[in-house]
Antibody, heavy 125, light 110 residues
Framework: DVQLEQSAGEVRKPGDSLTISCQTTGYIFTTNWITWVRQVPGKGLEWMGRVQPGESYSVYSPAFQGHVTFSSDKSTSTAYLHWSSLKASDTAIYYC??????????????????WGQGTLVTVSS | SYVVTQPPSVSVAPGQTARITCGGNNIGGKSVHWLQQKPGQVPVLVVYDDSDRPSGIPERFSGSNSGNTATLTISTVGAGDEADYYCYVWDSSGDHPCLIFGGGTKLTVL
């Protein structure tokens, strides 16, 4: 079974740095994109971008470009989301999700076939 | 960048049909997918490629896409369908393809 296990919730102050993780099991880590999705409590889903594990290649949504960094470690099958300087507006639940092996009519993977449980990041002074 | 618009809320009586729209410029030319998210849970795919259903999703869930509007239709709505619904598409107009979510629609069963 494919499983994504995320790190525990974090509380930080504005300006702090933070890295959260998403450890995957049950499949070959380098074969599928890992995406990150933000959800402010009570609000909608926001696609942050994706990382191609093992290739150090990431695509960022324009809304998050320059504010976060994705990375991955093939040796531990883990993806990471990093902030160098948090803002209060970063308070949200962050999900990692695997994009599965099926492609839509345009040739893009569409199936978030496995999700992490979410990591709540709280940024408050 | 591409914008996808959903109504914030839709209300329907039990047993009736709910229709949730997803608007975008010539969205009919894109593949539209729909997620259902219940409180405290991760999202679940209910419709992909405009109108196809993953295995395990009831036939009551259907979709269409034409022109500037895609629609998720849920027939014979029950209390268990109360959830947030999100449409999403891939947009290739920028330097790299980006996935765009609609703002989400809260379905309330009266």
């Amino acid at each position: 079974d494919v499983q994504l296990e995320q790190s525990a919730g974090e509380v930080r102050k504005p300006g702090d740095s933070l890295t959260i993780s998403c450890q995957t099991t049950g499949y070959i880590f380098t074969t599928n994109w890992i995406t990150w999705v933000r959800q402010v409590p009570g609000k909608g889903l926001e696609w942050m971008g994706r990382v191609q594990p093992g290739e150090s290649y990431s695509v960022y949504s324009p809304a998050f470009q320059g504010h976060v960094t994705f990375s991955s470690d093939k040796s531990t099958s883990t993806a990471y989301l990093h902030w160098s300087s948090l803002k209060a507006s970063d308070t949200a639940i962050y999900y990692c999700a695997r994009l599965g092996d099926y492609f839509d009519k345009s040739g893009y993977p569409y199936d978030f076939d496995s999700w992490g449980q979410g990591t709540l990041v709280t940024v408050s002074s | 960048s591409y914008v996808v618009t959903q109504p914030p809320s839709v209300s329907v009586a039990p047993g009736q049909t709910a229709r949730i729209t997803c608007g975008g410029n010539n969205i009919g030319g894109k593949s539209v997918h729909w997620l259902q998210q219940k409180p405290g849970q991760v999202p679940v795919l209910v419709v992909y490629d405009d109108s196809d259903r993953p295995s395990g999703i009831p036939e009551r869930f259907s979709g269409s896409n034409s022109g500037n509007t895609a629609t998720l239709t849920i027939s014979t709505v029950g209390a268990g369908d109360e959830a947030d619904y999100y449409c999403y598409v891939w947009d290739s107009s920028g330097d790299h393809p980006c996935l765009i979510f609609g703002g989400g629609t809260k379905l309330t069963v009266l």
